[in-house]
């Protein structure tokens, strides 16, 4: 027998996932081992861990390398997104540590699986196979199942977990039976091969129907994981019945991992079908934007509203994708980093919010913020006005750039309706700063001293306030990212 060569040429462009999935595995045996739980060492570690995980990545050669027999793809792109994945788990541990020990939840399982959740999507990211993603993609989600029913003693939390599954597993079998699709007509599952083989039909006119069916499939199965409508009916249920830590995770990370994976398939794999995939995104993106701001209208609780207002989000993020180029792309991944550090700060706010003991789960418990806490008051002012898209805060000029890409492209009544369902979704948005400012609480709320929160919560409101000071930065970082996928346009 031959001995196994160990190639670090292979190992090295995938540094970054090796050191997190080591680390995860070495503090889940610490953490057996600590006699009182040990949340907050394995917290503060995988924090830790997050943060070398940005480093080797920021640090790596962003020069597009496959390893792994063509499975794994390491360029711009994917080292940018993964940059806003592990910057997001950061601040998700950072607001959840003190919320679990409220909640009595301090288990040191929490930031484990958080971690294994953050390999899921880097591998995501990565993919340059069905394989490869289909791994990434179960990774991740078996990670936010446990998580959503980690609350073993909570009958709501133990429904989210449920549904959550077996939505997702039936997720997971469309996207299986898609791909089976498609390597039945390719006879291959690598991205590349995939593409070639896909672009020399279409330019003979010779696709096969059952190859554009299993596209869609996969579509499918992609658009429940970004809550797209009609594939958002899980996002409501889990986001109310889940801890309020967990909900934060759902709505700040997996959605730029989902929105990062579905930028990678159409604009790789099947970029030639383009024409076909666009009346299926245009739908995704119409329908989500529109169900996102008619449908929060009516919600009395916090976290409710906020999983109506991450689909409505998601439609504006599909936006820039429906346009096809590369300005849309880059408007695209601009808007999910908005997106994300806004949801992050407002999260930071709900979770300081407690009542006598209790955390706050319904807008009217923000009753009389201003007068009990005016600087929190404020602040969440500044975040609903952001995700309302009113100038100069930065949700202005997510929603610009991605309005102005689909506009060049032609997409006349898509920005239209995105525009409507943005003015209504303002609604709810600006509903919240009147109950703080000009509702009477029956009961004041206490806010207990949250270092790691207030943290957060600063750094989102300087993103946002002062993104009108230094636009062209991120934009320019998000073009270069995009280019990676699409040729800029002339």
């Not at 689909?311 to 180029?325: K, P």
């Amino acid at each position: 027998m031959t001995a196994a060569v160990w190639n670090w040429s292979e190992i090295i462009p995938a540094l970054p996932e090796v050191f997190l999935a080591v680390s995860a595995m070495v503090l889940l045996v610490l953490g057996a081992c600590q006699k009182n739980g040990g949340l907050k060492l394995i917290g503060t570690l995988s924090v830790a861990a997050l943060a070398v995980a940005m480093v080797l990545t920021l640090k790596a050669d962003w020069t597009p390398v496959t390893v792994f027999s063509g499975q794994f793809l390491s360029d711009g792109f994917s080292s940018y997104m993964k940059i806003l994945v592990l910057g997001g788990l950061i601040a998700t541990i950072m607001l959840s540590m003190r919320y679990l020990v409220q909640e009595n939840m301090g288990r040191f399982e929490y930031p484990v699986l958080i971690l294994l959740a953050g390999v899921g999507m880097m591998i995501m990211l990565s993919a340059n196979s069905f394989l490869s993603l289909y791994v990434g993609l179960e990774l991740q989600s078996l990670s936010l199942y446990v998580l959503a029913a980690i609350r073993r003693d909570d009958a709501k939390s133990s429904e989210a977990g449920l549904k959550y599954f077996v939505l997702g597993a039936l997720a997971s079998g469309m996207l299986l039976f898609g791909i089976s699709l498609v390597y039945g007509y390719v006879g291959a599952v690598g991205f590349d091969a995939v593409a070639d083989t896909l672009a020399a039909a279409t330019a003979e006119g010779t696709v096969a129907p059952g190859a554009i069916i299993g596209m869609v499939f996969i579509l499918v199965a992609i658009a429940f994981k970004v809550s797209a409508v009609p594939f958002h009916m899980w996002t409501p249920d889990v986001y109310e019945g889940a801890p309020t830590s967990v909900t934060a995770l759902f709505a700040i990370v997996p959605k730029v991992a989902a929105i990062g994976l579905l930028m990678r398939l159409l604009f790789d794999p099947f970029v030639s079908l383009m024409p076909d995939w666009q009346q299926v995104v245009w739908f995704l993106s119409a329908a989500s934007m529109a169900w996102g701001g008619f449908a929060g209208i009516v919600q009395g609780n916090i976290k409710r509203l906020f999983a109506y207002s991450s689909i409505g989000n998601i439609g504006f993020a599909l936006v820039g994708i429906v346009a096809g180029t590369a300005d849309g792309v880059a408007a695209s991944i601009l808007y999910m980093t908005i997106y994300m550090i806004m949801t992050a700060g407002t999260f930071g706010i709900i979770m300081m919010m407690r009542r006598n003991g209790v955390a706050v789960e319904r807008i009217t418990d923000l009753a009389g913020l201003s007068k009990t806490h005016p600087a929190c008051a404020y602040a969440m002012t500044a975040l609903m006005f952001s995700m309302s898209g009113i100038p100069p805060l930065a949700g202005f000029f997510g929603k610009l750039v991605v309005f102005q890409a689909l506009i060049a492209s032609g997409f006349y009544v898509l920005a239209v309706l995105g525009l409507v369902s943005s003015v209504v979704a303002a609604y709810y948005y600006l509903r919240i700063i009147k109950v703080m400012f000009f509702d009477e609480a029956e009961a004041p709320l206490d806010r207990e001293s949250a270092p790691m929160r207030t943290l957060v919560l600063t750094l989102s409101i300087i993103f946002i306030a002062g993104f009108v000071l230094v636009p062209e930065t991120l934009m320019h970082t998000s073009q270069e990212a995009a280019a990676v996928l699409l040729p800029a346009n002339d």
